[in-house]
């Protein structure tokens, strides 16, 4: 896959692929604070997302909640 001009800069900029540097920022920041960070608009983080396969879901939990969320990177825990 052929990335843009503005990907490679942001990766240069972030020191490592887009591939992991968005999840990391999409789970800490959200997807506007992502963008913030990036210096690139909201329009450019999604289409980034969906070009580079990113699989992005929200997760809404109650006070008290726990979810568990394990892949290749080991295992999450989040709490409402």
């Known amino acids: ?6 990907m490679e800069e942001v990766e ?11 999840p990391d920022l999409l ?9 913030r960070v990036l210096q690139v608009s909201n ?4 289409y980034w997302i969906l070009k580079l396969g990113i699989t ?6 109650n006070p008290g909640d726990v979810a568990t969320i394990s892949g ?5 825990v989040l709490e409402g």
């Not at 290749?72 to 999450?76: D, H, M, Y």
């Open 56 to 61: 992005w879901k929200a997760v809404v939990l």
């Open 27 to 35: 789970n800490k920041r959200g997807l506007t604070g992502t963008a």
């Open 43 to 46: 329009q450019s983080v999604e």
């Open 12 to 22: 240069q900029r972030y020191g490592g692929p887009l591939e992991q540097v968005l």
């Open 1 to 6: 896959m052929r990335k843009t001009r503005l």
């Open 72 to 76: 290749p990177r080991g295992i999450r």
